[in-house]
């Protein structure tokens, strides 16, 4: 099973323990995970991402049988397709992109543009909905959640367009998955690092609703555990469990 919302670096608004490629490889031994799709914490928060991908190169080299890179592209920014181009050909994953912390509207052209340029190559977009609960975030981060019109946008930007958000909630998920049609729908896919399960049982709901091929493993290592999303796997029930085979696009 791979990890596919992983992340190295510092955290500007807290400290985070050791948040460096080779603790993660340790995590994912320990945790039994075959891999993980690894961003670049910092360069969310930054205008120019250049640095921070060349950095997540740099860092993950020595690990590269279990760690993918997934750079972040800021469309808009100068040449930024050469810089899509450079992280596909050194062997980018994905591609993150992050509209509320750069300050992109729903329908911001920019964001089209990116998930017709990543649809291209063939690569999936990977958003953030959020880093923290709202109760925990520091007065410093102005930054809100991503919203449902972000999702469904970048969806339908292009016909071929592969879509994978993070750290969702049921309430973000169900607005997204019922707002767009069977096709569009086929084409989003949301990690299990937000979801609760006992007692609210909203993975076991959304399983059964939106449907197991819609979700994949995923963590949000190191701002949270990697063994929440493992516990509420185990804790689906039995029925259940055989669905969830998490088969990343």
């Known amino acids: 099973m791979i990890d ?7 955290y500007p608004f807290r400290e985070l323990p050791h948040p460096a490629p080779d603790v993660l490889v340790r995590v994912l031994a320990r945790e039994g995970l075959d891999g993980a799709w690894v961003g670049h914490l910092p360069t969310a928060f930054h ?21 993918e890179p997934v750079p972040a592209i800021r469309p808009g920014w100068p040449h930024w397709q050469l810089a899509l181009a450079n992280a596909h050909a050194d062997g980018a994953r994905a591609i993150r992109a992050y509209p509320v912390q750069w300050g992109m509207g729903a329908h911001d052209a920019r964001l089209a543009a990116l998930a017709q340029a990543c649809a291209e190559i063939g690569l999936p977009l990977v958003l953030t909905t959020r880093f923290e609960d709202v109760r925990q975030r520091s007065a410093l981060d102005s930054s809100s959640d991503l919203t449902g019109a972000h999702i469904r946008a970048i969806v339908r930007a292009d016909p071929n367009a592969r879509v994978i958000v993070t750290c969702a909630g049921r309430a973000l998920i169900e607005e997204s998955h019922w707002g767009l049609t069977p096709d569009e729908r086929a084409r989003l896919w949301w990690d299990i690092s937000w979801i609760w399960g006992p007692p609210e049982d909203d993975l076991a709901h959304l399983l059964q609703t939106v449907g197991a ?6 963590s949000a290592w190191p701002l949270r555990l990697a063994q929440s999303p493992i516990a509420s796997l185990d804790l689906l029930p039995p029925e259940l469990r055989p669905l969830f085979t998490a088969e990343v696009p």
């Open 47 to 67: 205008r120019d991402v250049t640095a921070g991908n060349e950095a997540l190169f740099a860092a993950l080299e020595p690990h590269r049988a279990l760690l």
């Open 213 to 218: 091929e819609r979700f994949l493993f995923g």
């Open 4 to 10: 596919v919302n992983c992340l190295i670096g510092a």
